[in-house]
């Protein structure tokens, strides 16, 4: 009986660890951009996503703990959720927001002063003409963005492709756990 009791409250920790990858990475996240403005976004998700990734290892870590003796398969699975919530939370996240910082330090050192033309206003062409031969007479491609470091960027990409990749991993040991849970 008291077995059955912590398998039952091993699921329900499992089923809220679960529930908790997909409300912050899209629900929260999106709501986020949606009603405030894209720097104000990010820091908050900036400060949200530390304590998302210690909720979610809290979770899975008392599922695992409840699941060790009556489930040892599951309480691996659960705590390789756990484990991973933890090195993201710990390594990956800084890693990220080191190159986000990095990113953001360049963009706004290589961003151009903002300057208004007195001759393009009185030629009536638009600032952006204005620019662009600005761009041609100091030998400048008009087109390429030097505010972006390709380098960082690929950097940034590959640490967000791989907490994308754990957290698919996650949601897949979450739904295995809680289904066997249930069915078996």
Same mark, same amino acid.
């Given at each position: 009986m008291a077995e059955e009791?912590?398998?039952?409250?091993?699921?329900?920790?499992?089923?809220?660890?679960?529930?908790?990858?997909?409300?912050?990475?899209?629900?929260?996240?999106?709501?986020?951009f949606l009603s405030l403005d894209d720097a104000n976004a990010a820091k908050f998700l900036r400060a949200a996503f530390p304590t998302y990734y210690l909720m979610l290892a809290?979770? =899975?870590?008392? /599922?695992?703990? *409840?699941? %060790?003796v009556p489930r040892p398969i599951e309480a691996a699975m659960m705590g390789s959720v756990a484990s991973l919530a933890l090195f993201a939370r710990f390594w990956l996240l800084p890693i990220a927001h080191n190159l986000d910082d990095l990113r953001m330090e360049r963009a706004?050192?290589?961003?151009?002063?903002?300057?208004? =033309?007195?001759? /393009?206003?009185? *030629?009536? %062409?638009?600032a952006e003409?204005?620019?662009?031969?600005?761009?041609?007479?100091?030998?400048?491609?008009?087109?390429?963005?030097?505010?972006?470091?390709?380098?960082?960027?690929?950097?940034?990409?590959?640490?967000?492709s791989r907490s994308s990749f754990i957290a698919i991993a996650q949601i897949g040991a979450c739904i295995a756990v809680v289904v066997r849970l249930v069915i078996v």
């Open positions: 009791f912590m398998i039952g409250v091993a699921a329900i920790w499992a089923a809220l660890a679960l529930g908790l990858i997909p409300a912050m990475t899209l629900f929260i996240g999106r709501v986020a809290c979770f =899975s870590g008392f /599922a695992a703990a *409840l699941l %060790v706004a050192a290589q961003q151009p002063p903002q300057q208004t =033309s007195d001759l /393009a206003d009185r *030629l009536g %062409v638009g003409g204005a620019i662009e031969g600005l761009a041609d007479e100091i030998g400048i491609d008009a087109d390429t963005d030097y505010r972006r470091d390709p380098d960082v960027q690929r950097a940034l990409v590959r640490v967000q």
